[in-house]
């Protein structure tokens, strides 16, 4: 049986300490410019959220660059505690102010095993007892140094990083592959009805071929596990909250499959994801709902476009927490195809639509057994 032993999160790194990002702000996406890692960036898993990137432009950007090996943890704010694991595939990244980072010692640890480590329960229940945020979570890097992390020997660490890693691998390929199938349909989206139109195509408003779903029902009524809100939406599958935290007594709109909800609170509003089944989301998601079936797809993907999202921005009202507004988004210009094209993208969305949804069942099933793996070979007991 391998020995486990007890060391301090600082004690693995290369020196010692964390550092905590630049403090700069965040620029439009630019593929010439650094990608900006913020908070609001990283999952709950610890993956990064494609859908609202942003950029940092600022001369010492360069000198917070992550390097394989690094871990960032989120500081402060509802997300405290959130890490994210840098081993290169997703590009060159700089970490913003709100994170702190550690290089972790190959030589003392094995590193991916840390990545594992800040998603077990031991770690979760350790945040729990040194949060110490009044109305703001909040655990600067000298706490976070201090994290006692419980290992066993080096060939047990890499024995359990190989399980994992895995199993991890496999989500990635079918993510990646997910990604793919989105980028051509996005392409040959804006290629057909953005770059090609042609003038003699009905010109029309958003509103005339979809419109909000009205359905409410109460909580109560619906699957708790298919409850949706802006915190809890992802692009490429279904993101779920425990029931536990769902509110109670209160009203949810009904969404369907082929629904398309929208994240309605600013800065989120890239977040979008097209239903595949039936629940209730809360009243910050909009549900919409394509008049026939024709242009459902159209309606997807119109939504998806940067210049929506641009358009949904300046007509959004409030100060503290804008929203979009309805009407405003209901009245985006739009200029309609004639059947026959609309058939056809349907025909393409379709079957990479059916690919996509069949590689979602399998990362659910995957995330699922890394999950009950997780717990048993994190824990001092045999496996």
Same mark, same amino acid.
């Given at each position: 049986m391998s020995e486990w032993k007890e060391y301090k999160l600082g004690d693995l790194t290369i020196d010692g300490k964390? $550092?905590?990002? /630049?403090?700069?702000?965040?620029?439009?996406? +630019?593929?010439?410019?650094?990608?900006? @890692?913020r908070i609001t960036d990283i999952n709950d898993d610890g993956t990064i959220n494609k859908n609202g990137l942003k950029s940092v432009d600022d001369k010492n950007a360069s000198n917070y660059l992550l390097k394989p090996n690094d871990i960032v943890f989120a500081r402060t704010?509802?997300?405290?505690?959130? $890490? %994210?694991? #840098?081993?290169?595939?997703?590009g060159e990244l700089v970490y913003a102010g709100f994170l702190i980072k550690y290089s972790l010692d190959s030589t003392k640890v094995?590193?991916?095993?840390l990545k594992f480590y800040t998603h077990s329960q031991? #770690? %979760?229940?350790? /945040? &729990?007892?040194? +949060?110490?945020?009044?109305t703001r979570g909040n655990i600067n890097a &000298? !706490? %976070?140094?201090?994290?006692?992390?419980? @290992?066993?020997?080096?060939?047990? &660490? +890499?024995? /359990?990083? $190989?399980i994992l890693s895995s199993l991890d691998d496999k989500i990635d390929l079918l993510n990646r592959e997910n990604a793919t199938l989105e980028a051509m349909?996005?392409?040959l989206f804006r290629q057909w009805f953005i770059e090609e139109v042609k003038e003699d195509w009905e010109e029309g408003k958003l509103g005339e071929i979809c419109e909000y779903a009205k359905e409410k029902a109460d909580i109560a009524n619906i699957d708790r596990n298919t409850y /949706? !809100?802006?915190?809890?939406?992802?692009?490429?599958?279904?993101?779920?909250?425990?029931?536990?935290s769902v509110p109670e007594n209160i009203k949810v709109t009904i969404y369907s499959p082929d629904d398309i909800l929208l994240s309605n609170i600013r800065p989120y509003f890239k977040k979008l994801w097209l239903s595949d089944r039936n629940g209730g989301c809360s009243n910050d998601v909009l549900c919409i709902r394509s008049k026939s079936k024709i242009f459902k797809y159209f309606v997807y993907y119109t939504i998806r476009q940067d210049e929506f999202f641009d %358009?949904?921005? @300046?007509? $959004?009202?409030?100060?503290?927490?804008p929203r979009g507004d309805k009407h405003h988004i209901m009245n985006w210009p739009i200029q309609k195809p004639p059947k026959q094209m609309l058939e056809l993208f349907n025909e393409f969305v379709l079957r990479s639509i059916g690919k996509m949804q069949n590689n979602n069942r399998q990362i659910l099933c995957l995330e699922k057994q890394r999950n009950t793996l997780l717990p048993k070979l994190m824990s001092n007991t045999n496996v």
């Open positions: 964390g $550092s905590y990002g /630049i403090a700069a702000p965040a620029v439009e996406y +630019d593929a010439n410019k650094y990608t900006y @890692l704010g509802a997300s405290v505690g959130r $890490s %994210y694991f #840098y081993d290169g595939r997703d094995n590193p991916k095993l031991v #770690y %979760y229940d350790w /945040i &729990q007892t040194v +949060d110490n945020g009044a &000298q !706490t %976070y140094a201090s994290m006692p992390v419980l @290992l066993p020997d080096r060939n047990k &660490q +890499d024995e /359990i990083v $190989s349909a996005e392409t /949706i !809100t802006t915190e809890n939406m992802c692009s490429n599958k279904q993101g779920v909250v425990p029931p536990s %358009y949904v921005m @300046l007509g $959004s009202k409030g100060s503290k927490m």
